[in-house]
């Protein structure tokens, strides 16, 4: 398998397998309704999911071996996430049977397959951690479930093998994506550093002292990478995370040390970080002009809602590799250099001063 078509190529999943793909000789077309054009090795192809005529037509030609879903469109109910977004995955799988070369799709989910959505994110009756594959889909509407349905009757209808990745939240580099701790955290720290604010951690006391996991996106795409080219891994559903657990009152310490920043206690109030940045928008701009950086606008780097959500989380979340492991996949990554890593590359293309 040496053609890949990415769906959802400007996202921080999209981008950094994009990458991973093209160093490893992989031919790389990049779907999206904005994909970038200025990535090398990329071929762009600009069409919306949602548009089934032009999909079928910009897709009539294709002649890709493995196709990688990464997208999504975040809607005001659940309800709606499922019609939206299993609507995407459905018209993309439609458009690709008449090239006749798909060989295996894998889908990009998460671990709101366990924790449930937004709308009830971390309630109820969640299973236990370590989460594992094996462990039942919830009693709740979730469209990580009706995507894996689609995904599941396109592949016995056309034949293709498929696998399912539930990253725990992604550490990597993309700018203007919708959910992305490690550059909100970024510029969450570099404004505390400008003004001499607090860095204040922003979530539950169960996350400041319980064990917790990540996913660095460059290890993601290298499974994604494995579980397409591994016949042992075909019609699986995976977890994917770094390999190590941490405490956030060990990890914000970390952070704050890259910054050359003080941790503060953790306070005595939940302080999340829609508050604390929300009157921060014209700091950032000034920040940026006077160092150059090449995104003034705080909206369009910093998703402090998704940050909010992951850190506020009343519960412990911790997910097992075994199965990947059993299977080959033995990449580990240390979630603090998966963080400075970032950081360096942030500071490197000017969007932290």
Same mark, same amino acid.
């Given at each position: 398998?040496?053609?890949?078509?990415?769906?959802?190529?400007?996202?921080?999943?999209?981008?950094?397998?994009?990458?991973?793909?093209?160093?490893?000789?992989?031919?790389?077309?990049?779907?999206?309704?904005?994909?970038?054009?200025?990535?090398?090795?990329?071929?762009?192809?600009?069409?919306?999911?949602?548009?089934?005529?032009?999909?079928?037509?910009?897709?009539?030609?294709?002649?890709?071996?493995?196709?990688?879903?990464?997208? *999504?469109?975040?809607?005001?109910?659940?309800?709606?996430?499922?019609?939206?977004?299993?609507?995407?995955?459905?018209?993309?799988?439609?458009?690709?049977?008449?090239?006749?070369?798909?060989?295996?799709?894998?889908?990009?989910?998460?671990?709101?397959?366990?924790?449930?959505?937004?709308?009830?994110?971390?309630?109820?009756?969640?299973?236990?951690?370590?989460?594992?594959?094996?462990?039942?889909?919830?009693?709740?509407?979730?469209?990580?479930?009706?995507?894996?349905?689609?995904?599941?009757?396109?592949?016995?209808?056309?034949?293709?093998?498929?696998?399912?990745?539930?990253?725990?939240?992604?550490?990597?580099?993309?700018?203007?994506?919708?959910?992305?701790?490690?550059?909100?955290?970024?510029?969450?720290?570099?404004?505390?550093?400008?003004?001499?604010?607090?860095?204040?951690?922003?979530?539950?006391?169960?996350?400041?002292?319980?064990?917790?996991?990540?996913?660095?996106?460059?290890?993601?795409?290298?499974?994604?990478? *494995?579980?397409?080219?591994?016949?042992?891994?075909?019609?699986?559903?995976?977890?994917?995370?770094?390999?190590?657990?941490?405490?956030?009152? *060990?990890? *914000?310490?970390?952070?704050?040390?890259?910054?050359?920043?003080?941790?503060?206690?953790?306070?005595?109030?939940?302080?999340?970080?829609? &508050?604390?940045?929300?009157?921060?928008?014209?700091?950032?701009?000034?920040?940026?002009?006077?160092?150059?950086?090449?995104?003034?606008?705080?909206?369009?780097?910093?998703?402090?809602?998704?940050?909010?959500?992951?850190?506020?989380?009343?519960?412990?979340?911790?997910?097992?590799?075994? &199965?990947?492991? &059993?299977?080959?996949?033995?990449?580990?990554?240390?979630?603090?250099?998966?963080?400075?890593?970032?950081?360096?590359?942030?500071?490197?293309?000017?969007?932290?001063?």
């Amino acid at each position: 398998m040496k053609t890949a078509l990415i769906v959802g190529a400007g996202g921080i999943v999209g981008s950094n397998l994009a990458r991973h793909l093209i160093a490893n000789k992989w031919q790389v077309y990049g779907l999206g309704r904005r994909p970038p054009a200025d990535l090398p090795g990329m071929a762009p192809v600009s069409v919306d999911l949602l548009d089934r005529t032009s999909l079928q037509r910009s897709l009539r030609d294709m002649r890709a071996d493995a196709v990688f879903i990464g997208a *999504w469109l975040r809607q005001p109910t659940e309800l709606e996430n499922i019609a939206v977004n299993s609507a995407m995955v459905r018209n993309l799988l439609d458009a690709l049977p008449a090239s006749r070369t798909i060989r295996h799709v894998a889908l990009v989910t998460g671990l709101k397959h366990y924790l449930g959505p937004f709308e009830a994110y971390g309630r109820g009756n969640t299973p236990p951690t370590p989460f594992r594959e094996t462990q039942p889909r919830l009693d709740v509407a979730n469209f990580y479930y009706a995507q894996e349905d689609e995904l599941f009757a396109a592949s016995r209808r056309d034949g293709f093998t498929w696998s399912i990745h539930r990253p725990h939240t992604i550490v990597g580099y993309a700018v203007g994506n919708a959910m992305n701790m490690g550059v909100t955290l970024a510029v969450y720290a570099s404004i505390c550093r400008a003004t001499g604010r607090e860095f204040i951690f922003p979530g539950s006391a169960v996350q400041w002292n319980g064990l917790t996991d990540m996913t660095d996106a460059r290890l993601l795409a290298r499974h994604l990478e *494995w579980a397409a080219s591994t016949v042992a891994a075909h019609n699986q559903a995976f977890n994917v995370v770094n390999g190590d657990v941490f405490r956030w009152s *060990w990890m *914000w310490e970390q952070i704050a040390g890259w910054f050359s920043l003080q941790a503060a206690p953790f306070p005595d109030e939940p302080l999340p970080l829609e &508050k604390q940045l929300a009157d921060v928008g014209p700091l950032w701009a000034d920040l940026a002009r006077r160092h150059q950086l090449i995104a003034p606008d705080l909206s369009v780097l910093a998703s402090a809602w998704h940050t909010d959500a992951d850190l506020g989380r009343p519960i412990e979340v911790v997910t097992d590799m075994g &199965k990947s492991r &059993k299977l080959g996949f033995l990449d580990y990554q240390p979630t603090d250099e998966s963080f400075f890593d970032l950081f360096e590359r942030l500071r490197a293309t000017r969007v932290i001063p």
